[in-house]
């Protein structure tokens, strides 16, 4: 009788203790997680936001590209002043739309 009460009072005690392990675990767990998102908090304060790509070249060209890289569909290398290709490009007027 007395070993049945030893083993019941050493597994009530086994669990005891994992579940304070397991709580301590959570907590640091928690406080750990709590630092990340305070630094990446005041990481996103303290950085600008990056500035979108411009377009190179003439964006007034028929030809433009509208690319951060090629400058032109004729004259990719450039430069736009003086081009012989140039073509102004008209605005869009709903009335010419066809479909």
Not at 26 to 46: E, K, M, T, V, Y
């Amino acid at each position: 009788m007395l070993t049945i009460i030893g083993i019941f009072s050493l597994a009530l005690l086994s669990l005891l203790l994992s579940g304070l392990g397991l709580r301590k675990a959570h907590q640091q767990w928690q406080n750990q997680l709590q630092q990340i998102l305070a630094r990446n908090d005041d990481w996103g304060r303290s950085h600008s936001p990056i500035p979108p790509p411009t377009p190179v070249g003439d964006r007034h060209c028929l030809y433009n590209a509208r690319s951060t890289h090629l400058r032109c569909a004729v004259n990719p290398g450039g430069p736009c002043e003086g081009c012989p290709d140039f073509q102004p490009r008209t605005p869009l007027n709903p009335d010419n739309l066809k479909f």
